[in-house]
């Protein structure tokens, strides 16, 4: 079964940097975009970047300049480079991917939790 799996989430204060990965298991055949969300309390889950099997990215306007996502193919990991953060980018944030597989769809991860103080 398919399977998306978070890491890098933590506690940082403001203006600080965390990086944030996720890789996809199971009998993958291909995966087309990667993107990650977030969703803070009482608020509705938002696009924060998502990105194309062929690397085009496309970002809230919130965090243009501050996150860069990337992933690696072969690994089957996409990544959220996030720089500068703000206390507002407190959120759980979650990786989602369109999966082409047996079971075929759009899948998510489990969540992480990214704190950022003031």
């Known amino acids: 079964q398919v399977q998306l799996v978070e890491s890098g989430g933590g506690l940082v204060q403001a203006g600080g940097s965390l990086r944030l990965s996720c890789a996809a298991s199971?009998?993958?055949?291909?995966?087309?975009?990667m993107g990650w969300y977030r969703q803070a309390p009482g608020k509705q889950r938002e696009l924060v970047a998502d990105i194309t099997s062929g690397g085009t990215t496309n970002y809230a306007d919130s965090v243009k300049g501050r996150f860069t996502i990337s992933r690696d193919n072969a690994k089957k990991k996409v990544y959220l480079q996030m720089n500068s953060l703000k206390p507002e980018d407190t959120a759980v944030y979650y990786c989602?991917?369109?999966?082409?597989?047996?079971?075929?769809?759009?899948?998510w991860g489990q969540g992480t939790q990214v704190t950022v103080s003031s």
């Open positions: 199971g009998s993958i055949v291909r995966i087309n975009n």
């Open positions: 989602a991917a369109d999966i082409i597989a047996a079971a075929s769809g759009g899948y």
